[in-house]
């Protein structure tokens, strides 16, 4: 039948030119990230042979061909590197999440539940849009708002609500006080060793004129506790100076008793000088009869409570066990905490101890927290540090420091920012640290293929598609991973469009062909005589 010719060409023509569109469409994007490959398919067209209106007769003609679309949104496309902090790629199965403009502003949130509140991309190229209050809103290629979570003022993030994400030009970072430190460092076995019993002497004149020995003896309670007592020669006498309960810090300030300028007195010996020799008294200064303590120090950067960066030094005294050690200790060290240059005066100091066994390895201590303060132009500033010493070691040699850290830090202003593989966006300040800007999480469905697609590039939820996952990327299932600083490219191949482009054109010159022989039939037809 010349109708069945031309009804099959015309409807080929048509698919055929239906997949030139396709084939163009594809062809243009050729460079747009994270578009996905559209392919026409055909399909026959059936219709049923009736001997009557309401009697089937039982065969099935075939007239023409019909097309139908499919995007091959589950493909992935190829990751490569770009030059721009802000782009971001996924490897492997997922989209990101993007919301339209709610009346040209962002959207204060928005569900995956409602398939027009959310659509999805595979498009890592992001671009920004300033809002009312400056914010550089993320967006997609197609202008919609990139969702995630926000970070709070301390740059911790949980997952809740999605909502647009932005940054802020100008981001400032707070200071923080130093809370937590570490110091490895090896302190010298050989070190100068104090010993619990000190004593300094002065020469005094006894009431006959001679030159006599005043002995200012220092007994150590603990780190930072001494008693001192007064004795001269049991021959010539007794001397008699308290005893008095002295605090003194390892750095040999003394805190307690805040006068110094102490009395001995001297009961001369009556044998010696005669009965009616009356005692005497001598001055005595614990500044100047105060023992020589030897440390080893080192110098920490810490930064108290308004975020300005101080020094703090823990000088280490190796010192006598004022108890016979048990277990494997053989040797002991106080550690002395200082406020340095801008130091408080008349605080109450401390000292704990750290002990070695006889390979030089922490046996006891090595946690030491140090209540510090500074003053400084009339205020004073303080800090509480917990620091972790236990990977000190006691070898041969000279003091050597390994590392120091602490967790404090110092006002800062954001330098740059960039994703990390894991989709959080940081900021890098100019105080050295990073805090954490927002996160991005991904979508996964079950059925990809079947979400509809609103461009090469943008894609809706269905019901076809099956159940929705929302996930941080690190716990999305098929293990994908972002690749930072880089763009998913098309999935379009162009010499194989190139190929079906040929292949079109060639099916649709035959089919006009088709046609033009069924018309010249139809014109010898109509012409024929009787």
Same mark, same amino acid.
């Given at each position: 039948? $010349? ?8 409807? %080929? ?23 996905? +490959?559209?392919? &026409? ?51 492997? *199965? ?25 659509? /999805? #991309? +595979? ?12 914010? +550089? ?7 919609? /708002?990139? $969702?995630? /979570?926000? %970070? ?17 030009? @100008?981001? *400032? ?18 070190? @100068? ?33 001494? *008693? ?12 008699? $100076? ?16 805040? &006068? ?34 030897? $440390? ?44 340095? @240059? ?9 000292? %704990?101890?750290? #002990? ?25 500033? &303080? ?25 404090? /830090? ?33 979508? @996964? ?80 037809? +109509?012409?024929?005589?009787?």
């Amino acid at each position: 039948m $010349l109708w069945g010719a031309f009804n099959n060409s015309c409807s %080929a023509m048509m698919a055929m030119s239906w997949d030139m569109g396709s084939i163009s469409q594809n062809i243009a994007n050729v460079n747009t990230n994270g578009y996905k +490959r559209k392919e &026409t398919l055909f399909k026959t067209v059936m219709s049923e042979s009736h001997a009557s209106p309401s009697a089937f007769s039982g065969r099935l003609n075939v007239f023409g061909v019909q097309t139908a679309d499919r995007t091959h949104i589950g493909v992935q496309g190829v990751v490569t590197p770009s030059s721009t902090g802000t782009d971001l790629a996924i490897n492997g *199965t997922g989209f990101f999440m993007v919301a339209p403009s709610d009346d040209g502003s962002a959207p204060s949130t928005a569900s995956v539940d409602n398939p027009e509140s959310v659509l /999805y #991309t +595979r498009d890592g190229a992001f671009r920004f849009k300033v809002g009312p209050n400056d914010e +550089r809103y993320f967006t997609s290629g197609s202008g919609h /708002y990139v $969702l995630g /979570y926000m %970070a709070d003022d301390d740059g911790l993030i949980q997952e809740g609500s999605l909502e647009p994400v932005y940054s802020m030009p @100008q981001t *400032t970072m707070q200071g923080k006080a130093t809370t937590t430190g570490t110091i490895q460092a090896n302190l010298p076995s050989e070190a @100068q060793q104090t010993a619990n019993s000190v004593t300094t002497t002065s020469t005094i004149t006894d009431p006959l004129g001679a030159s006599q020995t005043l002995s200012v003896n220092w007994q150590r309670v603990d780190g930072v506790t001494w *008693t001192v007592s007064a004795s001269v020669p049991a021959a010539v006498g007794t001397a008699s $100076l308290g005893p008095i309960t002295v605090t003194m810090d390892g750095w040999g300030n003394i805190s307690s008793p805040t &006068t110094l300028a102490q009395t001995a007195t001297i009961d001369w010996d009556d044998t010696a000088y005669g009965a009616a020799t009356a005692s005497s008294t001598e001055n005595v200064n614990l500044s100047d009869s105060k023992p020589s303590i030897d $440390l080893e120090k080192i110098s920490v950067e810490i930064f108290d409570a308004d975020g300005t960066s101080q020094v703090a030094i823990f000088g280490y005294e190796k010192a006598t066990f004022l108890t016979a050690p048990t277990g494997t200790a053989t040797s002991m060290w106080y550690i002395h905490p200082s406020s340095g @240059q801008y130091a408080t005066t008349g605080t109450t100091p401390t000292a %704990a101890t750290i #002990t070695f066994d006889t390979y030089g390895n922490v046996v006891d201590g090595g946690d030491v927290t140090a209540d510090l303060s500074w003053t400084r132009n009339s205020t004073t500033t &303080t800090a509480s540090v917990t620091v972790d010493m236990s990977k000190m070691t006691q070898l041969n040699g000279g003091l050597n420091v390994v590392n120091v850290t602490q967790d404090g /830090y110092a006002d800062g202003d954001m330098l740059r920012s960039y994703f990390t593989e894991d989709g959080t966006f940081k900021g890098y300040f100019t105080n050295g640290e990073t805090k954490s800007l927002f996160k991005i999480p991904i979508a @996964q469905f079950i059925s990809e293929n079947n979400l509809e697609a609103i461009s090469g590039t943008l894609f809706k939820r269905t019901a076809e598609a099956g159940d929705i996952t929302v996930s941080m990327i690190e716990d999305a299932v098929g293990e994908p991973r972002f690749a930072t600083s880089s763009i998913e490219n098309s999935t379009v191949d162009i010499e194989d469009e190139f190929t079906k482009m040929i292949m079109t054109q060639k099916a649709y010159s035959t089919n006009a062909t088709v046609f033009r022989t069924a018309d010249e039939m139809t014109t010898v037809a +109509r012409d024929l005589k009787a």
